[in-house]
């Protein structure tokens, strides 16, 4: 496989960006595809692609996941040994503006790349979840041993709907998959809809920075260089399915089928305050901060339980969040030309 071509959809956005430039400096070939659409703004979409495109290991496929032909035609001419799927539809708020976006992408844009990888030889799918499936879940840290049966937002029932269809073509097609629980990644050429990048931009316009639950918010915030080290160590380790799965007491992160899901997070929440007074100090400006009730869909708390990744692939994610935010901040004020 190390030789081969990998896919890895969602190529132009944050993480797709980290993880594509990590398989090619690791000498891996890589087909990107994206639509890069304008739910952010598409010129950092392009600035992305832009570094991506001098490599000459890198080859972009500019392609909408819901056109079927152009999906299954893609599969058909690589034939991926291995596909990173990473694009989707994101964000909690959004989904309670635009649902329909959440279903073209997600579900339709995902049995799409399910069909290629089953008709194409393809012995490994990794696919982006997110922590937002644990839902109403209170019990910390969040384990994918628990179950994850009350997802509060649309999107988040739409990334818990993909590891269920994930483990049916893994159940019938023996298609070996595995889902990536991802926990408010953050840092360098990160996505200006998420906290990180709005408080930056606040902090720096002298506009509020708005702290949902009066403040009272903890995530697990995990630094991006984490993340994709974690996503490229996982490629050449497919589940084979476990042999002592028990049905009667099914154990939700495994199957029979080889399918598994893991968590990818920091394992180490951060109240909201201090990421903002961590962003202060980089940055060198006071926030002002406007104290807001919780918002429909959000949770208080994010907590990644990360030992079966650490048991699985010797790894777990490392950065402070010092380093993590200062890191941000500089490339923050470099790509701005602040």
């Known amino acids: 496989m190390p030789n081969e071509i990998i896919l890895v959809t969602g190529a132009a956005g944050f993480i797709g960006f980290h993880v594509v430039q990590r398989l090619l400096s690791a000498g891996r070939a890589v087909v990107g595809l994206d639509i890069v659409n304008e739910y952010y703004d598409p010129a950092l979409k392009e600035a992305r692609l832009d570094i991506l495109k001098r490599d000459p290991g890198f080859s972009f496929a500019k392609l909408d996941l819901t056109d079927r032909a152009a999906i299954k035609a893609l599969f058909v001419q690589h034939r991926f040994p291995a596909v990173i799927h990473l694009a989707a539809q994101a964000g909690v708020r959004y989904s309670l503006e635009n649902p329909h976006a959440y279903v073209d992408s997600n579900l339709e844009g995902f049995i799409n790349v399910l069909e290629g990888c089953r008709h194409n030889g393809c012995s490994h799918l990794l696919f982006a979840s997110s922590s937002s499936v644990y839902g109403a879940n209170t019990k910390l840290p969040f384990s994918v041993h628990d179950n994850v049966d009350h997802p509060i937002s649309l ?56 702290l ?127």
Not at 167 to 195: C, E, I, K, N, Q
Not at 241 to 260: C, H, I, K, L, V
């Open 155 to 210: 999107y988040a029932a739409s990334k818990k709907a993909n590891e269920l269809m994930a483990h049916s073509y893994s159940h019938l097609y023996r298609l070996p998959a595995t889902g990536l629980r991802f926990f408010t990644v953050y840092g360098p050429w990160g996505r200006p809809d998420m906290a990180m990048f709005i408080f930056a931009k606040a902090i720096l316009a002298g506009l509020p920075v708005r």
């Open 212 to 338: 949902f639950n009066h403040g009272k918010m903890r995530r697990d915030f995990t630094y991006v260089d984490d993340v994709s080290q974690a996503v490229v160590r996982l490629i050449d380790r497919p589940p084979a399915g476990r042999t002592d799965w028990d049905a009667s007491r099914p154990d939700p992160a495994t199957s029979r089928a080889p399918w598994q899901i893991y968590n990818i997070g920091n394992n180490r929440p951060e109240d909201l305050t201090y990421v903002v007074a961590l962003l202060e100090k980089e940055l060198g400006k006071p926030a002002i901060k406007e104290m807001l009730p919780m918002q429909s869909g959000d949770v208080e708390a994010t907590y990644a339980d990360v030992s079966d990744l650490e048991r699985d692939i010797g790894f777990r994610p490392s950065t402070s969040i010092e380093d993590g935010i200062a890191r941000f901040a500089q490339w923050y004020r470099e790509f701005h030309g602040l």
